[in-house]
């Protein structure tokens, strides 16, 4: 992290915010491996209910990481895929997930220490 | 982000939660060019209050960012620093940020198509 541009803070914030949440890290995973319907969405990121999967979809299309594709077929068939924005979030985000992992329990440990006040 | 660990969703958004706020990163940013007392850290940051200061250390100590070391002088000297795990989120974190950074315009240009309705 040398010289990182901490000088706006609100970008960082602002991200993390939309893409942080559990649900938005499962579509970005699950579209990383291809364009998908809704149904397909739903299938595999699992335990997502429709309506949270609605929501995040939409949220996801208005910061501009998602592109909804609508076909005029009857039914209508509508598909989801990143976009290069989209894409380029995988990398970074995907480092810091692996940390997350990685690391999380010497966190809830630390914490633990904290509060036991033991050293 | 090939096979990404995401079948625990809980500890990215724990992890984000402790340190994706503005203050968290501004420490971490200070602290990792070398070890500084309060004041030296309140004046490195500038525009943050002594008690938001303090208490974005205290959390950092708790989950095991950072550590506080006290040498009993007089008046006593108090210093703060990096542990192995506040460095090894360094590089992560510090890539989120620069792709934030990025990247922010075109998510807000993203977010103001959708309101407008524009494609």
């Keep these: 992290m040398e010289s990182p541009p901490f000088d706006q803070p609100c970008p960082i914030r602002d991200v993390l915010d939309r893409i942080g949440d559990q649900w938005s890290l499962l579509v970005l995973d699950a579209l990383a491996r291809g364009t998908l319907r809704f149904n397909e969405l739903l299938r595999a990121i699992g335990d997502v209910s429709k309506q949270m999967l609605s929501k995040t979809l939409k949220r996801l299309e208005q910061d501009g990481f998602v592109a909804r594709r609508v076909y005029p077929e009857v039914p209508p068939r509508v598909e989801y895929a990143l976009t290069d924005l989209g894409r380029s979030i995988l990398e ?28």
Excluded: C, F, K, T
């Design 92 to 119: 970074p985000m995907g480092q810091l997930v692996a940390w997350a992992e990685a690391n999380h329990r010497a966190i809830v440990e630390a914490r633990r220490r904290a509060a036991g006040g033991v050293a």
